[in-house]
């Protein structure tokens, strides 16, 4: 069954600082995703990393793929205020294609 | 720029009543997705559906969830006999290629 971890489960930074979120899985897939929840609201799409060493950046944030290591990251470069979400990486199964996603990074980022 | 709708926003029922839950996915793509999240807690993956037939489903999806897609636009998720831990926020996703998926704004189900 595959599992999907999140750590840290919550953080808190300042503006300015730099920080990485990391997801790991537990059986072999090269489909990951990183989507961004606001409080109350639906799911965004942040980055789809569809092999090893993908690697995506949008803004502040930049997502890595390590299949053999079932390890992404998601870095955030000079935090700022606006970024503070949930953040939730989702794995697709590649033998049952079911999605499974980590519990989700709560980022607060301090003015 | 198209987007995943869904109907009610907020739906409270009674335990034991049926509760049909709507989704119009954007109109060009071909899967879709029923996912519920429990307050406060990570997204679960309920089910799956591309080509007019569910792809796979997750245990969570019993003989009292059920899925259509009466006709080339809604896509429904239906709940026959509700149980109070059937209240969560349920959300419609939809993607193109079966990757990047777009979620719609969720429906919150309230269970009495």
């Known amino acids: 069954e595959l599992k999907v971890e999140q750590n840290p489960l919550f953080l808190s930074m300042q503006e300015g600082k730099n920080y990485t979120i990391y997801c790991n899985y537990s059986?072999?897939?090269?489909?990951l995703y990183w989507y961004r929840q606001d409080p109350g609201k639906s799911l965004e799409s942040l980055f789809v990393?569809?092999?090893?060493?993908a690697v995506k950046q949008e803004g502040r944030l930049m997502a890595s793929l390590d299949t053999k290591a079932r390890l992404s990251t998601l870095h955030i470069t000079a935090a700022v205020h606006d970024l503070s979400a949930t953040y939730f990486c989702?794995?697709?199964?590649?033998?049952?294609?079911?999605?499974?996603f980590g519990k989700g990074t709560r980022l607060h980022i301090l003015p | 720029e198209p987007e995943v709708t869904q109907t009610p926003s907020h739906q409270v029922t009674q335990m034991g009543q049926e509760v049909i839950l709507r989704c119009v996915p954007i109109?060009?793509?071909?899967?879709f997705y029923w996912y519920r999240q429990i307050l406060g807690q990570k997204v679960e993956f309920l089910v799956s559906?591309?080509?007019?037939?569910?792809?796979?489903k997750s245990e969570i999806f019993d003989d009292q969830f059920s899925v259509e897609r009466p006709d080339g636009s809604n896509f429904t998720l239906k709940i026959r006999s509700t149980k109070l831990e059937d209240s969560a926020m349920y959300f419609c996703?939809?993607?193109?290629?079966?990757?990047?998926?777009?979620f719609g704004p969720g429906t919150r189900l309230t269970v009495l």
């Open positions: 996703a939809s993607s193109r290629t079966g990757h990047e998926q777009f």
């Open positions: 059986t072999t897939s090269d489909r």
């Open positions: 990393l569809l092999s090893n060493g």
């Open positions: 989702a794995v697709d199964n590649p033998r049952d294609d079911k999605i499974i």
């Open positions: 109109s060009n793509h071909l899967y």
């Open positions: 559906f591309y080509n007019n037939e569910i792809s796979e």
